[in-house]
T-cell receptor
Framework: RKEVEQDPGPFNVPEGATVAFNCTYS??????FFWYRQDCRKEPKLLMSVYSSGNEDGRFTAQLNRASQYISLLIRDSKLSDSATYLC???????????FGAGTQVVVTP | EAGVVQSPRYKIIEKKQPVAFWCNPI?????LYWYRQNLGQGPELLIR????????DSQLPKDRFSAERLKGVDSTLKIQPAELGDSAVYLCASSPVLGDEQFFGPGTRLTVL
């Protein structure tokens, strides 16, 4: 079983709509969590960190549920430029070792 | 500020041949990581360096893979001999120190025929 699991999608979203998706992690000792964005044939880039209290960054909202060991990402007012693969990441130790999920593909359509 | 630089961007080789990838991290970043990303998967850590010391190489297949980071700056990842299953994107990342945000390079896309 992989440490971080995600629905691969694709999630087909009309422009302007809201889309949300989750990932689950198996290591209860994971300390920090992140969402990375990866465009096709590009490198991953940090989208946002995920805090226990939930956090927003513009149109993006991330939440962490430690009891159920899942992380969510919600994108409001989707833009065409939001089309990408979103990688869920758990940091398994304080020294920065990242465990990546396989990614959830989001396709925003006009 | 320049990002992480990797070369080559693409490499096609025949199986059993050797191959090497080079990474130049962001200036001042002490920590360097090598990841492998297979198609449809997330990156998987191969090795991470703190300056010139490898602090975690538990995921590096040591029978055919080797890495070095001389002088604690640039790093080279080598595969010898390459196998068909090594086809993947090899990503280098760096961070100021262990635990900080990691910045990824564009990767080297390896195809083994």
């Amino acid at each position: 079983r992989k440490e971080v699991e995600q629905d691969p999608g694709p999630f087909n979203v009309p422009e302007g709509a809201t889309v949300a998706f989750n990932c689950t992690y198996s290591n209860s000792a994971s300390q920090s969590f992140f969402w990375y964005r990866q465009d096709c044939r590009k490198e991953p880039k940090l989208l946002m960190s995920v805090y226990s209290s939930g956090n927003e960054d513009g149109r993006f909202t991330a939440q962490l549920n430690r009891a159920s060991q899942y992380i969510s990402l919600l994108i409001r007012d989707s833009k065409l430029s939001d089309s990408a693969t979103y990688l869920c990441v758990a940091q398994s130790d304080s020294w920065g070792k990242l465990q990546f999920g396989a990614g959830t593909q989001v396709v925003v359509t006009p | 500020e320049a990002g992480v630089v990797q070369s080559p961007r693409y490499k096609i080789i025949e199986k059993k041949q050797p191959v090497a990838f080079w990474c130049n991290p962001i200036s001042g970043h002490n920590t360097l990581y090598w990841y492998r990303q297979n198609l449809g998967q997330g990156p998987e850590l191969l090795i991470r360096y703190e300056n010139e010391e490898a602090v975690d190489d538990s995921q590096l297949p040591k029978d055919r893979f080797s890495a070095e980071r001389l002088k604690g700056v640039d790093s080279t990842l080598k595969i010898q001999p390459a196998e068909l299953g090594d086809s993947a994107v090899y990503l280098c990342a760096s961070s100021p120190v262990l635990g900080d945000e990691q910045f990824f390079g564009p990767g080297t896309r390896l195809t083994v025929l």
